[in-house]
């Protein structure tokens, strides 16, 4: 492949970054000029082209910063244009194409962090770094940490990422500074209340979550641990696949479709490679209930997802979990770590004959990834931009080949289907939603965290869970779904929350997230900073998003200064959202005016005194 | 001229299915974009590519093997490739036996290029060659495709015919994802022969010399149609020399810079009695001409077809009205009929081809309703049922075989007219850039970020050899002329070749170097190979 190389050479520590994760260059051939035949490795080249988001994550974990010569020098080993290399680099908010400090805090202001003090910690700690050329701060959209919040992520070069909870400037700084100890192991109890003893009864997804040390796989397999993958095994695929379709399990990402389908269709497809893909980009701002899953039972996703693939006849599989997951990260390292070693994961998967591994990917701070299509994109070293759907992922989805991607809460539900049966499954909930549903309560509740319920608990019942709203009363609004969402009101908490009634009520689950607003929240202000998310995650590839997502949050803030005609305003908004949710490809555009549209229509944004 | 159709026989999506694709003399990258897309395609779905090209070209970096020979050694390269599938077994005997002839003549004849021999003319190590040999041999479906390297010599026919021969040899003809395709360099190329703009054709490739083809278009015209192959190009620079044209009517070709030996078709055109020239811009030959003819461009103010390498027949639509006095190419053309006397009635382009679909076979069932609700046919289309031919010569598969059987050529190595000398040292050879296109007529008025001016390439040894800088100005001369250029430093050149483009003819005009020496078959001249010297200035 024909690659011009940057004129900027790369330092020694860059080439060693790469060097690290890639092996030794290969030797140069010496005699300089083209010669008479040569062998080329176009082959090897696609192969490597997946490499390219780990180099730039090893160069930026090493040296704080991509710079050309770096970035010359990576792709010059995996054969890629320095432009495409650049323009995958700069698609993510963690890596940096520009010279910055070696220490960098990435301070969540997000929905629920910006009600949490977010803004006076940013003051706090940007003067506490006056003077400092080593390290500076920059805000962040939401870290999926929303049940302590504020929050922080600290990327420190030639370290480790670590999150800081419950933040305050003194724990920042000293973190920025690399002492305050190693990443904090927070409870169960912590993020999730109901694991707090005594224990909530009905507990499923979050069964063994601060029962089990997530460390060991002695003790997963103690509490019923990978009998599933046995189970599913010994009765083979199509039993598997039975049995979910029987439990009527839809998916939890969002789009709510049916899964047991999609193994079905990716089990039946014709092309191999098949791939399992675990979608753990949990980037929807109010969301963390993955990353609880994952930090307290990380064995139960390595053994979900090698169910699927010992069931759709994939042979390896991507977990893809978001760069701000640090902790998440490090376990279920250790998990598959542990698995390969007992034999549960590699060429012969509990002594099946069967081959399935996985590999982590993390992501580089880039909500649209979270996209599947666009996660395909991100894995194979492109840019993180959504495909044109058809064909689906079970058809021709990662490197084109049937794909099974499901998300994190999804994979959670099926060993209980393989143990008790897709009927008993089916039990719980309703007819149109199986089962039980993680929420992520946060903003203005007692006791915010991920609360598990059967599906049909109302949002009223979810919120007296958590301790009811802060200093009583009834909130002002409640965004379900996350800033993909829309705003409820106090006179729709009775809506049960299943998926058949929030479509009848013209609403969506969503993620789960739950973000309760208190009478003293700016409501305008939380729309804005949704605008302002929008504006900065759309991936560009499509001109009504591109364009909507800032004619959207400039239309917003004009009505805050009561510039315009506000009637005026709210009709460029209403045209935009409709343009968005038309005609764009993806589900960022289709859904970005969304939550905007319904705090007009509940008359949200009257209280500034500028709308009609 | 083997198979009795001048065209690629294969479709570009046969291109993305393939196992195999031999890219020979030809860089699709830069010269041929949009193919080499489908190529790309291919590769991604898994196909190996090979690449034969003395320069190590942008497409070859793209290859899994790349063979580097030297200019004017593809037929020696080709005859070891074909002795070689003979010898290991790979050969398609079965289709060489049911559907081909002559194959024991080319088999004697290709026997004394072994690989050792062919290494030794070509420079291409033998192990390079049997893998290429054993790549096509061996592959279940293969594309050979070429283009200028392969046609731009001396011999162009025997080195069309011997790629033709290894797809006889191996079956590679005639099958859906094997074929044999030559790349046309405009998006019409295809569409000119199609139409009979050859000397020895007339629309549909009917022989002018067949009495019983001529008698059809006799009918249709009302007039008599000379019983005998007229000239091509070359031919008729002779027939100045000798005196005998005297008057020539040029449409939207620039003779007087691209024609090789440049200074001697600019003296014959100078010599004539009349120079009309059709263009769209004022070209330097249209600059010489007794009348100029001004002519809308053919892709946005005119009305028709074109048919690209596929032989896809596509509709053009005329999107603005052309500037100026210029009129459609078919307006001027009916006007001057009128002016010598014959009614030819409305210049509609609808009509035209309408009659043509009367007269040719391969065309008969495109309506323009067809190539518009089909998104363009590919010929052969009989009728109005007929849904055109991805691939050509599936009869050559059909039991019985249909038609006649196809023919080895034996041919043998020539090297090039230009020899090298220790006064012409080195090799020229000449080509295109992706930015621009012949001697600029289309593409110079576009600006190009990847432009940059005329430059005489040369590998960086030869430059350290003769003492020329990078970006020096330096003399080039060959046999015929000389001109000065800067020297460029290119890393895809070897020692003792040299490249130069024919896009700046105002600046640098390279075809004052380039031999007229040419193919008495097609009438190609050898751009591709001159022998120069280069000298320092001052």
């Known amino acids: 492949m024909e690659v011009h190389r940057l004129p900027t050479p790369a330092s020694a520590a860059e080439r060693a970054a790469v060097d690290a994760l890639l092996g030794p260059p290969p030797a140069e051939d010496g005699d300089g000029g083209p010669g008479r035949s040569e062998r080329g490795r176009p082959q090897q080249a696609r192969e490597e082209r997946q490499l390219l988001l780990p180099a730039l994550h090893a160069v930026q974990d090493a040296i704080g910063w991509i710079s050309a010569g770096a970035l010359g020098y990576v792709c010059e080993r995996l054969r890629v244009p320095p432009a495409e290399a650049y ?44 003077g400092d050329e080593g390290a500076t701060w920059e805000p962040s959209p939401c870290l ?180 701000e997951y640090p902790l998440a990260t490090a376990r279920l390292e250790a998990a598959i770590a542990r698995a390969e070693a007992a034999g549960l994961l590699g060429d012969d998967v509990l002594g099946s004959g069967l081959r399935f591994t996985i590999e982590i990917r993390r992501g580089a701070g880039a909500y649209i990834c979270g996209e599947e299509t666009a996660l395909f994109n991100s894995i194979e070293g492109y840019r993180g931009e959504p495909r044109n759907k058809p064909p689906y992922p079970t058809q021709a989805g990662l490197f084109g080949k049937p794909t099974l991607v499901n998300n994190v809460e999804t994979f959670a539900n099926v060993p209980a289907i393989v143990l008790e049966g897709g009927a008993a499954f089916a039990a719980t909930g309703t007819e149109g939603s199986a089962g039980t549903k993680l929420f992520c309560l946060a903003g203005s509740v007692v006791r915010p965290g991920v609360y598990e319920v059967p599906f049909g608990a109302t ?95 400039e239309a917003l803030h004009r009505l805050a200064g009561a510039n315009g005609n506000a009637g005026d305003e709210i009709a460029i908004l209403g045209d935009v959202a409709r343009a968005m949710t038309d005609a764009s490809i993806c589900g960022l555009g289709q859904t970005a005016g969304i939550a905007v549209q319904s705090a007009i229509d509940l008359g949200l944004l009257e209280r500034e005194g500028s709308a009609p | 001229m083997v198979f009795g159709l001048g065209g690629g026989t294969s479709s570009y999506e046969e291109v993305e299915e393939t196992e195999l694709i031999v890219l020979w003399g030809s860089n699709a990258r830069e010269t041929h974009p949009i193919f080499f897309h489908h190529v790309l395609a291919g590769v991604r779905n898994g196909a190996r590519l090979i690449v034969v090209d003395p320069r190590r070209t942008t497409t070859s970096e793209w290859a899994d093997l790349w063979l580097g020979p030297d200019v004017g050694a593809d037929i020696a390269l080709a005859n070891a490739v074909g002795r070689e599938i003979i010898h290991a077994g790979l050969a398609h005997r079965e289709f060489v036996e049911r559907a081909t002839a002559h194959f024991e003549a080319y088999r004697q004849s290709v026997e004394p290029y072994t690989l050792e021999r062919a290494e030794a003319i070509s420079g291409v190590p033998a192990e390079a060659i049997r893998e290429l040999a054993h790549a096509y041999g061996s592959a279940g479906t293969a594309q050979l495709c070429w283009t200028l390297g392969i046609t731009e010599h001396h011999n162009a026919t025997d080195h069309v015919l011997a790629l033709i021969n290894l797809a006889l040899l191996t079956g590679h003809i005639g099958r859906r994802g094997s074929g044999l395709n030559p790349l046309r360099g405009q998006n019409n190329v295809q569409g000119g022969g199609d139409m009979g703009a050859v000397p020895t054709r007339l629309p549909g490739f009917q022989d002018v010399e067949d009495d019983a083809a001529r008698a059809r278009f006799e009918a249709a015209w009302g007039v008599t149609v000379p019983p005998r192959d007229g000239w091509h190009l070359t031919e008729m620079f002779e027939a100045m020399e000798r005196g005998e044209l005297r008057a020539l009517y040029v449409i939207g070709e620039n003779p007087a810079q691209s024609e090789a030996d440049v200074q001697r078709a600019r003296r014959l055109l100078d010599g004539i009695d009349q120079l009309v020239v059709q263009d769209i811009t004022l070209t330097k030959t249209a600059a010489m001409a007794d009348v100029v003819l001004p002519a809308a461009a053919a892709w946005a103010e005119t009305e028709g077809t074109v048919t690209n390498s596929e032989r896809r027949v596509q509709r053009v639509r005329k999107a603005l009205d052309p500037p100026g006095e210029a009129r459609d190419d078919l307006d001027i053309v009916f006007a001057l009929a009128e002016r010598l006397g014959a009614d030819w009635g409305a210049a509609d382009a609808e009509r035209v081809w309408d009659e043509l679909r009367g007269l040719s076979a391969l065309h008969g069932g495109m309506s323009y309703a067809r190539l518009e609700e089909l998104g363009g046919i590919q010929w052969p289309c009989a009728d109005e049922q007929d849904p055109g031919s991805p691939f050509l010569h599936g009869r050559l598969w059909r039991d019985p075989l249909e038609g006649p059987r196809v023919p080895f050529h034996s041919v043998e190595h020539v090297p090039p007219v230009d020899e090298l000398t220790e006064e012409y040292p080195i090799r020229l050879t000449t080509g295109r850039r992706l930015d621009s296109y012949n001697t600029g007529v289309q593409s110079a008025d576009y600006g190009s970020p990847l432009r940059r001016p005329e430059t005489l390439d040369i590998s960086p040894e030869d430059g350290a050899r003769l003492g ?50 040419w193919d008495p078959k097609s009438g190609t001249s050898e751009f591709k190979a001159s022998a120069i010297r280069i000298e320092k200035i001052g």
């Open chain 1, 459 to 553: 949002l009223h019942e979810l919120i007296a869970l958590a301790g009811g709203v802060e200093g009583g009363g009834e909130p002002q609004a409640v965004l379900l779904g996350g800033a993909a969402g829309s705003f409820v009101t106090a006179s729709q908490l009775d809506l049960p929350l299943t998926f058949e009634d929030a479509r009848a009520a013209g609403v969506s689950l969503g993620s789960g997230a739950v973000t309760v607003f208190g009478e003293s929240v700016d409501l305008a202000d939380a729309t804005r900073r949704i605008a302002a998310f929008f504006r900065d995650e759309s991936c560009g590839q499509c001109v009504p998003c591109r364009i909507g997502t800032v004619r959207q949050e």
């Open chain 1, 144 to 323: 999926g940490v929303c049940e302590r919040a504020p929050a922080a992520l600290l990327q420190v070069a030639g370290g480790e990422d670590r999150v800081i909870t419950a933040a305050d400037a003194p724990a920042v700084l000293a973190g920025l500074r690399g002492d305050g100890g190693a990443g904090e192991a927070p409870e169960a109890a912590a993020s999730a209340p109901q694991t707090a003893e005594p224990r909530a009864d009905g507990l499923r997804l979050l069964a063994r979550a601060g029962l089990v040390d997530p460390a060991s796989l002695e003790d997963y397999r103690a509490h019923g641990g990978y009998e599933a993958l046995r189970v599913a095994l010994e009765r083979g695929p199509q039993w598997v696949i039975d049995e979910l379709i029987a439990s009527r399990l839809l998916g939890r990402g969002g789009a709510a479709f049916p899964a047991g389908r999609k193994w079905a269709d990716v089990a039946s497809a014709d092309a191999r490679p098949r791939y399992v893909v675990c979608n753990a980009d949990e980037s929807e701002p109010g969301t963390f209930k993955d990353r609880v899953l994952m930090e307290h039972d990380p064995f139960a996703l390595i053994e979900a997802m090698t169910i699927a693939g010992v069931t759709t006849g994939a042979e390896h599989g991507y977990l893809y979990i978001r760069r």
């Open chain 2, 468 to 517: 020329v800088a990078d970006g020096e100005r330096v003399r080039v001369c060959s046999r015929r002329g000389e001109l000065e250029a800067p020297v460029r430093y290119a890393e895809e050149l070897r020692p003792g070749l040299a490249f130069m483009t024919l896009h700046f003819p105002d600046d640098v005009d390279t075809n004052r170097l380039t031999i007229e020496a």
């Open chain 1, 87 to 130: 323009g995958v680099a700069e698609s993510y908010a963690l890596l940096s194409t520009r010279e910055r400090p070696p220490r960098v805090a990435h301070l969540c202001d997000d929905i629920v962090c910006r009600n949490a003090g977010a803004d006076a910690l940013a003051g706090e700690v940007a003067r506490g770094l006056e």
